[in-house]
């Protein structure tokens, strides 16, 4: 008995990665097949999609001083994840395939732990925008009244958590001591480690579908007493709109994430599953999550759109500088009533998470 405990704890931190890619049935490609071609070639594509995207963003937001509120803080840091999430993912390509014998373990280590770092950082970012809309909404103001003191926290906070979770197996919690808890999709990642951040994920995802249906069903009743003293058509276009929203926030999240995560607890579970077949397309998919999140949370708004604009366009930075300036109106929710009621611009932030559709309304309260 002591014998075969004390065998089952052997390291094997002098073998080789095709050593533990072996015992796990999981085969290292000698040269590259048309699948992996195809992979690594739409990978790219994507990583170079996330990483000027996310660029984007980030200096849009530092450039215009308009932006400096606390929502736009907590975007810039998910465009940060995001492009961190498009170069770990460009580091893992050229680390992947035929490539994968040469690496140490250490350096195999270093591969998955940047994809995870960057990957929680996403997560947690998007369960902290969730978070302020909730508490913005629900107060009745138009911007968080969150410190930048009480931001940098959060922010510093959020990336404490996601490299945490990145060094853990490097730290210990993996199976290279003991093989026979090893993943089949992740060869030196122990089984249990992987059940617990794919449950830790699914929790996170679903304390967001809880949130923003909180806010939906509030939302909705205050626009309802709106729509006593307004007409019928924007009550149902506000709703309309807030729900486009909540569906493209939500939906996004369940189609990148969601089959990877499963697949995760099918690798644990399910000994008779074959998740080898699928498990580069999955990760693929929720690396697309990384271009689609500046899409929904910074490109549909019209006025982040401008900013970009005066990014790229040299002629639209000179037109800004002859007096035809177009930037962010951070107007009060009252402000923003009358605005509504008087026809204002109905595209400015078509349906952009900070909620505006919704927030219009809220005064209505106060009455």
């Known amino acids: 008995m002591a014998q075969s405990q004390s065998a089952t704890m052997v390291c094997y931190y002098n073998e080789t990665i095709a050593f533990f890619y072996s015992i796990n049935n999981k085969e290292i490609s000698v040269q590259w097949g048309p699948m992996e071609a195809s992979v690594i070639s739409l990978g790219l594509l994507v990583c170079v999609f996330a990483i000027f995207a996310n660029m984007l963003v980030m200096m849009a937001i530092f450039m215009n001083s308009r932006f400096h509120y606390p929502i736009y803080y907590l975007l810039g840091n998910l465009a940060a994840a995001d492009l961190f999430a498009g170069i770990s993912y460009f580091y893992l390509i050229f680390r992947t395939g035929p490539w994968t014998r040469g690496l140490t373990i250490y350096q195999w280590f270093v591969r998955q732990g940047l994809i995870d770092t960057s990957l929680t950082a996403s997560v947690i970012n998007l369960m902290a925008i969730a978070l302020e809309r909730h508490q913005t909404i629900f107060t009745m103001q138009l911007h968080s009244k969150m410190t930048n003191h009480r931001v940098v926290l959060l922010i510093i906070g959020i990336w404490l958590i996601a490299i945490v979770m990145g060094l853990v197996p490097t730290m210990g919690w993996n199976c290279v001591c003991n093989i026979q808890k090893c993943s089949n999709m992740a060869p030196l990642y122990s089984r249990s480690y992987l059940v617990f951040w794919a449950v830790l994920n699914l929790l996170t995802f679903t304390a967001m579908v809880a949130i923003y249906t909180h806010i939906f069903i509030y939302v909705l009743r205050k626009n309802q007493q709106m729509s006593q003293h307004t007409s019928q058509v924007k ?133």
């Open 235 to 367: 009550h149902k276009e506000t709703v309309i709109n807030l729900m486009k929203t909540i569906v493209m926030i939500l939906g996004c999240f369940v189609v990148c994430w969601t089959p990877g995560l499963v697949l995760l607890l099918l690798d644990s579970f399910c000994e008779s599953c074959d998740v080898l077949t699928y498990d580069q397309f999955f990760l693929l998919l929720a690396e697309c999550n990384s271009f689609i999140n500046p899409i929904i949370y910074s490109f549909r708004d019209k006025d982040m759109r401008n900013t970009f604009k005066r990014i790229l366009c040299y002629r639209c930075r000179m037109s800004q500088q002859l007096g035809e300036h177009s930037g962010v109106r951070f107007n009060t929710l009252k402000q923003e009533a009358r605005r509504a009621r008087g026809g204002g611009d109905k595209q400015a932030n078509g349906g952009q998470v900070v909620l505006k559709d919704g927030e219009k309304m809220l005064d209505s309260s106060k009455s």
